[in-house]
């Protein structure tokens, strides 16, 4: 099966925030946690009423946003090595991730990822008998992670992998493409059926679940450069929380220590401050980081540039790009 050129696209990036614009119709904040260069690509292909996303990023990222409300968005992990977390619950390669199971996602993924988003437009299938069966499963697919056997895992894998080589297959006629879209959508939505059981939630889920809330709390207080907290001492008092309590959370949500992730998000800010036009001195100062040689040589590490590197290269970016 082939698709018009406008309905396939490939897009590679170097910077996690042009990446997360890249994914048009979902709102999306991607913070990057680990340390060096980013490197990512997305290639997206429409067949029919079903949008498949291929997304491949090199770093630790925390990704937060919302799906189009009127989809059925489910991602298929190709690779996932590391510690993977969504909306509190730990994912691995064998779970299906399920983005529009809640109005919003918080998802924590690993440096060595593939992962195809497969979202199904319910009111642009092309076989109208099949938007009742989209629907319901929509509304039954509630739970954030779905796990699945080894054999469904590796048949959805395979078949999402079909829907993204046929995209770039040799042309044929106009019929014969119509024809194959729509066993594909058929084929996609019963194999999506197929992995979508329902499940209840276990006490380790409700645990884990716990643990995604106190994060989210930490988060809170670092979207606010007046009371972005500077340490963890400082941060506790704010919250009257143990250090403990903190560490613990933490390590089992994220597999990170609460100090390497304030400093993650902080720097990550600052490079938005960058890209929005401020002065290095200024972004820096404005989330708490008064030592500059230091916070350039960590910038350095998170990012694989100087700050002074990034700034110059906005400057010579029209602000439509900023």
Same mark, same amino acid.
């Given at each position: ?8 696209? *490939?897009? +590679? ?27 990512? +690509?997305?290639?997206? /292909? ?20 919302? +799906? ?103 042309? /044929?006629?106009? *019929? ?8 594909m959508e058929q084929t996609i939505l019963f194999g999506l059926s197929e992995a979508i059981e329902a499940n209840t939630l276990s006490e380790s889920a409700s645990r884990a679940i716990k643990h995604w809330a106190t ?10 450069? /007046? ?31 609460? +100090? ?22 200024? /972004? ?18 998170? *990012? ?19």
């Open positions: 099966m082939s698709l018009p050129a406008e309905q396939v696209a *490939f897009s +590679t990036f170097k910077d996690v925030h042009e990446q997360a614009r890249g994914i048009d119709g979902w709102k999306l904040d991607y913070t990057q946690i680990s340390r060096g260069r980013f490197e990512g +690509t997305v290639k997206v /292909a429409w067949i029919g009423g079903v949008r498949l996303v291929l997304e491949q990023r090199n770093k630790v990222i925390l990704s937060r946003g919302s +799906t189009p409300s009127n989809r059925l968005v489910v991602t298929v992990p190709l690779e996932l090595e590391g510690h993977s977390c969504m909306c509190g619950e730990k994912s691995d390669r064998d779970s299906l991730h399920v983005f529009s199971s809640a109005p919003n996602f918080e998802f924590y993924s690993p440096e060595r990822h593939v992962l195809v988003n497969v979202e199904v437009d319910i009111d642009q299938l092309s076989n109208p008998m099949l938007r009742p069966q989209a629907e319901k499963l929509r509304q039954e697919a509630h739970m954030p992670v779905v796990p699945m056997s080894g054999d469904v895992a590796e048949s959805l894998r395979e078949l999402v992998k079909l829907g993204l080589a046929s995209s770039t297959a040799a042309s /044929a006629s106009a *019929f014969e493409n119509s024809s194959r879209s729509k066993l994060v989210n709390l930490v988060r809170e207080r670092l979207e606010n450069p /007046a009371t972005c907290p500077l340490s963890i001492a400082e941060l506790c008092v704010q919250l009257q929380l143990s250090r403990r309590t903190v560490q613990n959370a933490f390590q089992l949500a994220l597999d990170i220590n609460p +100090t390497a992730y304030l400093r993650a998000v902080r720097l990550n800010y600052v490079r938005r401050d960058l890209r929005l036009g401020q002065t290095v001195t200024e /972004a820096a100062l404005r989330w708490g980081f008064f030592q500059l040689g230091a916070f350039a040589q960590d910038y350095k590490k998170m *990012f694989g540039e100087l700050p002074s590197e990034t700034a110059r290269k906005i400057r010579k970016l029209s602000p439509v790009f900023r």
